[in-house]
């Protein structure tokens, strides 16, 4: 009678539990947790995960999530650094050459900022290097957009976003564009800074003999009703981690001339334009 029962083996088992998948389910759920299980399992055989390893792999999925509060998110810094948020960002932005370029959110976006207009200040008290910053936002064609939000922030010349000094905002601020699609704020010059490697995400780093640290840059955030939104940073040039980005967000496109203005004993400056399409236009 032993052949009443299944034995299951490293042969058959990914196809036993593809095949307890309801064939009701729906269609996304079972594309996706096919492909889930059989990639798990493969990458199971190709390396011959020992029990182990299963364990430690158990421990450390565990701490990502008690390494995470309001102020630190290690699930995301985790995808980040293994370049899987910048290949979703990849396959969802496939997008044309008269839009800009998005990069990762990152783990350091605020809800609700200070709100703020033109002229302000975006660092409040942090000391620092000038830095003039001043983004237009536009649609396809290059017209201004009236009414957009855009949040921006950034690190502190020290590099250290406001969340990681205290509960404070600064650095950050919540802008809605005029009839110009301007965006124009003082701020103090950000810096590389390492993501947070502290923990257990740090640990991966360091096994694999990489080093944590992101080149300069401010975040946006630009949202307007009937268009898609766009998470994007600006880059400054000639920054020495450009090409040694930890989560991989870097784009030719973003990256700016910062410094140009300071030969003519100016300020830095960050200009850009950015170009959004409307939410029908794929
Ligand atoms: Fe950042």
Redesign the pocket.
Known sequence: MADRHVTYTSDNLTQAVIDRIRPDAAPRVKQVMEALIRHVHAFVREVELTPEEWEQGVAFVTELGKWCDDKRQEVILLSDILGVSMLVDAIAHRSHASVSETTVL?P?HRENPPRMTNGENLSRDVPGEPLEVEVKVCDEQGRPLEGAQVDAW??SPEGFYDSQLGDAHSMRGRFVTGPDGVVAFHTVMPSSYPVPHDGPVGRVLSAMGRGPM?PT?V?FWIKMPGYRDLIT?IFRDGDPYLHDDAVFGVKASLVTDWDLPKKEGKPAKLAYEFRIPKLDAD
Do not use: D, N, S
Request: net charge positive.
């Open positions: 990152g350091f950034h690190t992101r840059h975040h940073h």
